[in-house]
């Protein structure tokens, strides 16, 4: 091999890392520009991915969602399967699994009156069963909806009341 191929790559193996750096550089050039830039540092939590997924923010903080249980100002619905619920739910939750939403949902929502606060909740950090009730109910109609993310697991940490039990229908 003649020596003047050795440093064309020579040359190229230099131009490599140099045109990924350049190209990193105009990326984040670009995306600062943005009006609907991505933040390059964030919270990129599963919490905060399924609060994130929409434009309106789901989430409510645990204090929160304690305040209006012990006021009772709210409703709470309890999206894991029925046999979760029966294991253990928080104090006086509906429950409404996630994947009998759909037949259930009658049955549930004559029980709640328009403009209650639902606050919905499942169990751990990638349970999206929650999310998923929570844009169910608002495309619903009930627009006072927000999902308590990792809501099982954090309501017991906190020790706030919880029951076992089957589920009961609303209706009594």
Known sequence: MPIRDRSHWRHAFWQIPAIILLAGLVGICVNYLRPDSIPIVG?????????????????????GA?????????????????????DGHIRGALSLAWDDASERFPEIAGDIPSGTMIITYCDGEGCHMSYDLAVFLRDKGFENVWELANGWTVWQDANLPVEEGNAVSPRG
């Open 66 to 86: 304690a305040n209006l249980f012990s006021e009772q100002l709210a409703v709470f619905i309890d999206a894991r399967d029925e046999q979760e619920y029966a």
């Open 43 to 63: 919270d990129w939590s599963a919490k905060t991915s399924m609060a994130a997924a929409t434009q309106d923010k789901l989430s409510i903080p645990l204090a």
